[in-house]
C-alpha cells in the first residue's frame, strides 16, 4: 500500500471518528428532553375543571415523561393573555390547556387577537369533555326539552335564561339550542356561575345551561330540574335525561372541552413526545377515574383528530356567534 493511500485511509477513519463525536452530543440532547420540569398553563382561575383536568393530567406525565409537570393558573381577558404568552414562549418546555373559549369562541368574538390558535398551536390530545346540562326552575310547568320549546315559543321574549357572563361556554350553549329551535328568549348574564345559579334557583330566572359537575347536586336535591343532556349519549348519573339530539335535534353537541397544546415553533422530536406522553395519561385509568368523579369524560384522542375537532367546533360556533351578536363583556 503507498504512503499516499495510507494518508487517504487515516483521514478517512479521522474523518468518521470526528462525525460520529459530532453526532453524539445531539442524538443525547435529543433523547433527553425534557431537560427541565414543564410548565402547563391554565389560562383560568383556580377551582374549576380546567384546573382538575390538568392536574390529573399532569400528576400522570411527571410519572413518564423523566421530569416534573407543574400546573400555573394565568386568568385574564378570557384566556388570552395566557394564549399569547405561551405562543411567544421559546424554552421548548411551556404548553397550554385548550379550551372551547380560547380555541373556537374568542377568535370570532374578539376583534383582534395577539394570538392565532390554529396557527401559533400544535394540538397534542383532546383530554376531556364536561357535559352540559339544560335546567329549568321546578316551577316552570314543562318535564322535558320538547315542552320547554313549546312554551317558550307561545311566550317569546318572556323568558328568562341566565349565564356566567357574555361569551361564556353557557351562553354559547343556550344560544346554540336557541337557534336550533328557533326561540326567542332573553339572555342575562352574570359574573360568574355561582350568583347566576343563586338568582335561578330564587326563581328570578327561568332556565340556564351549566356543566354537570355544577349541577348535578342541585338536580338531586330537587332545585332545579334537568330537560336535557348536551352529550351524545345519556349520562349515568342521570340515565332518564334523554339527550337534546334525542328530543328531536339530530347532531346537536354541546360540551365544555379541555385539550392540551404546544407552541408549533418547538422541534418535531419533542412535540411527538409530548403527544405520547399526554395521550398515554389521558387515556390512563388514573386519569379516567379522576375526572369521572367530577362527571367529565376523559378521551385521549391523536394530535390529528384533536386538531379536527378544533377545527369542526369553530365550523359549529361560527355561525352561532354571528347570529346572537355576542360580544365579549366590556365590548358589547
Known sequence: MTTLNM?????LAASAAASSTLLLPSAHAQAAWP???LRLVVPFAPGGSSEIVARAVAGEM???IGQNVFVENKPGAAGNIAMQEVANSTDEHTFILGHIGTLAVNPFIFPKLSYDANRDFVPMTLLSKVPSLYVVHPDLPVRNLKEFVAYARGRPGQLNYGSAGNGSAGHLAFEYLK??????????????TGPMLTDLMAGRL????????????FIKAGKLRCIATGTSQR??????????????????EMTQWYGLLAPRKWAKANLEKLEAEAIRAAR???VKD???????LAVGNTGKEFDAFIKAEQARWKPVIDRAQIKPDGLG
Request: aromatic share 6%; no cysteine.
Open 235 to 252: 349520562l349515568p348519573q342521570l340515565p332518564d335525561v334523554p339527550t337534546v339530539a334525542e328530543q328531536g335535534y339530530k347532531g346537536f
Open 179 to 192: 337557534m336550533v329551535s328557533e326561540t326567542f328568549m332573553l339572555h342575562v348574564p352574570y359574573r360568574g
Open 206 to 217: 327561568q332556565a340556564a345551561s351549566v356543566g354537570a359537575p355544577a349541577l348535578l347536586p
Open 284 to 286: 390512563g385509568s388514573v
Open 7 to 11: 494518508r487517504r485511509r487515516h483521514l
Open 62 to 64: 411527571a410519572k413518564t
Open 290 to 296: 379522576k375526572l369521572s368523579q367530577e362527571t367529565a
Open 35 to 37: 431537560v427541565k420540569p
